[in-house]
């Protein structure tokens, strides 16, 4: 089946602008995760959603940064305001369940000018 | 704050070395999971070992876990320049949270 797609695959914005960063996950996976990547750096755990449970969101580096979930699916990530020290590779995975094997998707590369 | 740390940050070895690398972590876990990211590419999980498991095969993999120590290791016989990646660490505490990752480089 489908694996994990992100889009835009790339992307460039000029900073101070609001962008929108979409994850569609395997189809039935209940836990959706985000994560960021700075050049050369380890991945950085942002939010996390299982099922109907609230959000875990203690990775959000600031108020800037929120994501949602709708219909237990499809997520968002929105980045408001952009600075430059957002640039980085975004990274979304979901699993059947909370601790399985997570699948990740090949990231959406953003660039805040 | 990282759940698993990854030791050694980085390791060079040649074509038909082992490679030995080193996670360890913070909290009781139900599972711990090791994945490689080759690079400019996504993560791809290599094996789970679940906390009552001390040893796991896959192939050239080799896992241990030793959960008194709360600590695991990677061992990659045999090693290929297709190896060349960073290898991460994973627990399934909130979500499964990353360490930084070993880069390992196997020269030909």
């Known amino acids: 089946g489908a694996g994990v797609s992100q889009s835009p695959s790339n992307k460039v914005t000029e900073k101070g602008k609001d962008v929108e960063l979409r994850c569609d996950p395997i189809s039935g996976h209940t836990a959706l995760y985000w994560y960021r990547q700075s050049l050369g750096q380890g991945l950085e755990f942002l939010i996390y959603f299982q099922g109907n449970s609230a959000p875990d969101k203690s990775g959000l580096p600031s108020d800037r940064f929120s994501a949602e979930r709708t219909g237990g699916s499809v997520s968002t990530l929105t980045i408001q305001r952009t600075q430059q020290e957002d640039s980085a590779v975004y990274l979304c995975a979901s699993s059947s369940y909370e601790g399985y094997e997570q699948y990740f998707g090949p990231g959406t590369r953003l660039t805040v000018t | 704050s990282q759940q698993g740390e990854e030791d050694p940050q980085a390791l060079s070895i040649q074509e038909g070395e082992n490679a030995t690398m080193n996670c360890s972590y913070k909290?009781?876990?139900?599972?711990l999971q090791w994945y490689r990211q080759n690079s400019g590419r996504g993560l791809v999980h290599l094996i789970l070992i679940r906390s009552n498991e001390r040893e796991k095969h896959s192939g050239r993999l080799r896992v241990t876990l030793d959960t008194s120590k709360k600590s695991s290791s990677l061992l990659i016989t045999a090693s290929r320049a297709a190896d060349t990646a960073s290898y991460f660490c994973a627990t399934d505490y909130a979500g499964g949270i990353f360490g930084k990752g070993t880069t390992l480089s196997v020269s030909s």
């Open positions: 909290t009781s876990i139900n599972n």
